[in-house]
């Protein structure tokens, strides 16, 4: 079978480029049909549910005013005769009961609550400063007071409906009318239409879902509020903003967005809308109805798919009669281009098997050639230490020549002493002359017994006791610290670790050297050593309050044949060496750089299985 030429791709591109393009047709021509359908019904039902909005806002309308007939309403208000509180109380109750309304009040100019139809309740309005409320303020002005907020006393939201009651031509008072309306949203809930309403600071204030009142519709700047904070409208809600996914206008007074909506599980999903929103008579507020699009969108896609299917139908029909004649001339294509590739690839096998094995030749040699490496420089390690050692013994023989000079020479003196003694009979100070001769022995021995250790080397195998170690390591340099007073402040906790004894040894004695040569000139010399296991590896710090190193110093540390020691004291190889030892057992020693005066060398080791884990010395 032939494969498809460039002109059959760019054919079945185009024909499903025309599927495509004429499904969209249909869907967006559905969709703008379904839509302006949807907006004509939702402008016909926004007007009628507008008009129920202002007819139940003009049932209470008329209740301010009918306060001024009371005439012990106008005797409380004027101040003149007597006007008993309790009186004005009961008729605002009574008044309120046949209104329905939820509660009445009487405010002197003042702003002051003289009575109220709640006067009964524990939350009673009656002595309340509502001065700040702006129905207050328009009442008090001759101008219709109306305001929907928050009670400062109960928190309960109400609109309040305000007018300044006249005596002898000027306002002594204002007549408050709070009412709930509550039973709009409960109508709203009850038949399943979802609206809000919004008033002149873009909060809404009703709403068929209760999750979105008190939300803005619009974003609210910091100025606005902070001052809608000071008013107390809304009783210090966070007036979050309503969020809308998407939000598209589609004509005047009509938005296509996506909001969330309570899916009747307690979750909320994104839903599509169609907005409309239309002005409340009498009122800076907007009514807003929510028509679900789903039900509109889903049409328009089975109108789109419809469509495209019928063309593409047609069109399967018109290329299953021209293909079917081509079907065994691409069957016998199809076997011959399989043949082909498999030729190609039992080839590209046969040659990445040879390039394979090629590679693994060339990796065994390379393994071969560093292992031969690693044991050269294990042997080329060992050698150093023991030159290290010898160089060490070497430095060492003066002091320890003078060490075993001093024992001599009380020794020659001691035995002719005892002699003498003995001959006269003394044999309390002969007793006491040998024990000394007894303990110099002692001595020198143990002199004798470090050096010989510290060159022959432990028996440990591949595990060093730190503790041990760093005890070997101050024998050996024991003269050294007994030559001045040297203050060794030693906080080692036990343990072992995956190295050579000897060569922890090495280390320890390179690093405790370094630190005498550092406090050679300092006043109170001082050399801590700490030592505690972290995690799965032991840490060693071996600090000193020397002369420290320069920054050239730093940089050259660790290459070989460099020392800072004056005088052409050192080999040079006693850091580089211990760097090494320590790399080679898997740990790493390193400066310091964030320490004080003086030096600090920081040795990590891997503990061993079987690390001691007993307390401290």
């Not at 709930?180 to 009850?190: C, S, V």
């Amino acid at each position: 079978m032939n494969t498809p030429s460039l002109r059959q791709w760019l054919l079945a591109a185009l024909l499903l480029c025309v599927t495509l393009a004429l499904g969209l047709v249909g869907y967006t021509l559905s969709e703008r049909l379904g839509l302006k359908a949807q907006a004509d019904a939702g402008a016909r039902q926004l007007e009628l549910h507008t008009r129920a909005v202002e007819s139940e806002l003009d049932k209470y309308t008329y209740l301010p005013s009918v306060l001024e007939l009371e005439r012990s309403v106008q005797t409380l208000l004027s101040g003149v005769g007597d006007a008993p509180i309790a009186a004005v109380n009961q008729y605002l109750e009574g008044l309120r009961e046949r209104s329905g309304s939820r509660a009445i009040f009487l405010m002197d100019v003042n702003g002051h609550v003289l009575a109220s139809s709640n006067w009964r309740d524990p939350d009673s309005f009656i002595g309340e400063d509502l001065a700040f409320r702006p129905y207050f303020k328009d009442a008090l002005l001759g101008r219709p007071g109306r305001f929907y907020g928050l009670g400062t006393t109960t928190g309960e939201a109400g609109y309040f409906l305000a007018h300044g009651l006249r005596a002898e031509g000027r306002i002594v008072g204002v007549a408050v009318v709070k009412v709930r309306l509550d039973a709009l949203e409960a109508r709203w809930q009850k038949a399943r239409l979802e609206a809000f309403v919004s008033d002149e600071n873009g909060i809404i204030i009703l709403s068929s879902d209760a999750t979105r009142r008190l939300k803005s519709v619009e974003p609210l700047d910091e100025e606005s509020r902070a001052r809608l904070a000071r008013s107390l409208q809304y009783y210090g809600f966070p007036l979050d903003e309503l969020q809308f996914s998407q939000r598209e206008s589609v004509g005047p007074g009509a938005e296509r967005l996506i909001l969330g909506q309570d899916d009747g599980y307690g979750d909320r999903r994104p839903a599509r809308y169609l907005a409309q929103s239309l002005a409340v008579t009498d009122t800076p507020w907007h009514l807003t109805l929510l028509t679900p699009l789903k039900d509109q969108r889903r049409e328009s896609i089975v109108h789109g798919v419809l469509v495209a299917f019928g063309f593409a139908l047609l069109v399967f029909l018109l290329i299953a009669r021209n293909e079917r004649r081509k079907v065994v001339a691409t069957r016998l294509a199809a076997r011959e281009a399989l043949e082909t590739a498999n030729d190609l690839l039992e080839k590209r096998i046969a040659d990445r098997t040879k390039a394979l094995r090629n590679s693994n030749e060339r990796l065994k040699s390379q393994i071969r050639e560093r292992r031969q490496a690693e044991q050269t420089l294990r042997k080329a390690q060992d050698e150093l230490v023991r030159a290290e050692k010898l160089a060490t013994i070497g430095q060492m023989s003066t002091s320890i020549a003078h060490e075993l000079n001093q024992p001599l020479a009380a020794l020659r003196t001691l035995s002719g002493n005892t002699i003498r003694f003995l001959e006269r009979g003394h044999l309390e100070v002969a007793d006491t002359n040998l024990r000394t001769i007894n303990d110099l022995v002692d001595r020198m021995g143990r002199i004798i017994a470090t050096l010989r250790a510290f060159a022959r080397g432990g028996d440990r195998g591949g595990q060093a006791e730190v503790a041990s170690a760093l005890g070997a390591a101050r024998g050996v340099l024991q003269q050294r610290f007994e030559n001045r007073p040297i203050r060794l402040d030693c906080q080692v906790t036990p343990g072992c670790v995956e190295i050579e004894q000897t060569r922890l040894e090495q280390i320890l004695v390179n690093l405790l050297s370094n630190a005498l040569d550092a406090v050679e000139s300092s006043a109170q010399p001082v050399i801590e050593v700490r030592g505690q296991v972290i995690d799965d590896s032991y840490r060693l710090r071996v600090s000193d309050n020397g002369t420290g190193i320069d920054t050239h110093g730093r940089q050259r540390l660790f290459e070989p044949f460099f020392t800072t020691k004056l005088g052409g004291h050192g080999l040079g190889l006693g850091l580089t060496l211990s760097a090494q030892l320590a790399a080679a057992a898997k740990g790493q020693l390193s400066l310091d750089e964030q320490a004080g005066s003086g030096a600090s060398f920081l040795l990590t080791l891997p503990l061993s299985a079987v690390s001691n884990r007993s307390t401290s010395p």
